[in-house]
Nanobody, 124 residues
Framework: QVQLVESGGGSVQAGGSLRLSCAPS????????MGWFRQAPGKEREGVAA???????TYADSVKGRFTISQDNAKNTLYLQMNSLKPEDTAMYYC??????????????????WGQGTQVTVSS
């Protein structure tokens, strides 16, 4: 059973930064990918960023230019650097791994493995 563990969440003021980590970064298939999702209270889980094993990335429009997904293969760790945080970024953030589609997606059903989440709270 694969276990993904997120860390790095916390409380920051608007305009601040946080870096989330997820270990291990797993690629169980040649077409595997990993992603970050978030879910705010009363809202559906939404894809934030995704990366495939070759390093190609995709982002939600709401975080483009502010968030960066990356991976350190030597450390087997996935990251999400979040800059210029806004109150609307407040949510539980989850990392996930999947291989259902040829390319990384921001669709939750395309992912097979999930972490337990780390809370990010941004105050105005």
């Amino acid at each position: 059973q694969v276990q993904l563990v997120e860390s790095g969440g916390g409380s920051v003021q608007a305009g601040g930064s946080l870096r989330l980590s997820c270990a291990p970064s797993i690629y169980t298939h040649a077409r595997s990918y990993m992603g970050w999702f978030r879910q705010a209270p009363g809202k559906e889980r939404e894809g934030v960023a995704a990366i495939d094993r070759d390093g190609s990335t995709t982002y939600a429009d709401s975080v483009k230019g502010r968030f960066t997904i990356s991976q350190d293969n030597a450390k087997n760790t996935l990251y999400l650097q979040m800059n210029s945080l806004k109150p609307e970024d407040t949510a539980m953030y989850y990392c996930a791994a999947g291989s259902a589609t040829p390319i990384a997606t921001l669709i939750a059903v395309d992912y097979n493995y999930w972490g337990q989440g780390t809370q990010v709270t941004v105050s105005s």
